[in-house]
Nanobody, 118 residues
């Protein structure tokens, strides 16, 4: 059974940084593209960063140049380094494996809350 455990969120001031982690189990992690999603209050969940099995990355425009996604296949973990955080980055962040640009699994972890506020 697949499981994603996200961690690393918290309260940070605008301009600050956080590093999120997502540990995956119950799936062949290394063969899948992985993505970080976020969901702000009252909004739909959106895909913000993708990393392929080969390590290529892509980002939604609003986080380009500020966020960096990476993965460690030996640890079945995907990371999201977030710099220059803005109030609009406030959301619950989740990870999932990807099929194309869609989440592979219907299951979602508990997410990790990121709050950017002064």
């Amino acid at each position: 059974q697949v499981q994603f455990v996200e961690s690393g969120g918290g309260l940070v001031q605008p301009g600050g940084s956080l590093r999120l982690s997502c540990a995956a189990s119950g799936t062949s992690f290394s063969i899948y593209r992985m993505g970080w999603y976020r969901q702000a209050p009252g909004k739909q969940r959106e895909l913000v960063a993708i990393i392929t099995t080969g390590g290529r990355t892509n980002y939604t425009d609003s986080v380009k140049g500020r966020f960096t996604i990476s993965r460690d296949n030996a640890k079945n973990t995907v990371y999201l380094q977030m710099n220059s955080l803005k109030s609009e980055d406030t959301a619950v962040y989740y990870c999932n494996a990807l099929r194309g640009l869609e989440p592979l699994y219907d299951y979602w972890g508990q997410g990790t809350q990121v709050t950017v506020s002064s």
